[in-house]
């Protein structure tokens, strides 16, 4: 590979280096332009969004989590039996 690019003239590596570099920028500039149009599309999709329904965002606001997170806790701690007892029913009667 080194032996082609040594056989080639000092000016036709220059060029090509120069057309790798122009591709290089065209394409990193495309894709940063197309990165900023998606940033500004969300963010213009969200206002819009938020100005259509604005009432579904207030319900989701007043879910009370600390209330639900407790309940299951106890409600486990009490039936581990139950629930034993129930799995090991099914699997003899599966046998």
Known sequence: MLALLTNLPRET????????????????????????????????????????????????KSVQRPVAATAPKTVAKSNDAAIAAAIAAAYDKER
């Open 13 to 60: 590596l220059v060029q090509q280096i120069n057309d790798g570099l122009i591709l290089l920028v065209l394409g990193m500039g495309t894709v940063f332009i197309f990165l900023v149009l998606l940033i500004y599309a969300t963010k213009i999709m969200s206002k819009v969004c938020s100005r259509i329904s604005p009432a579904e965002k207030a319900e989701v």
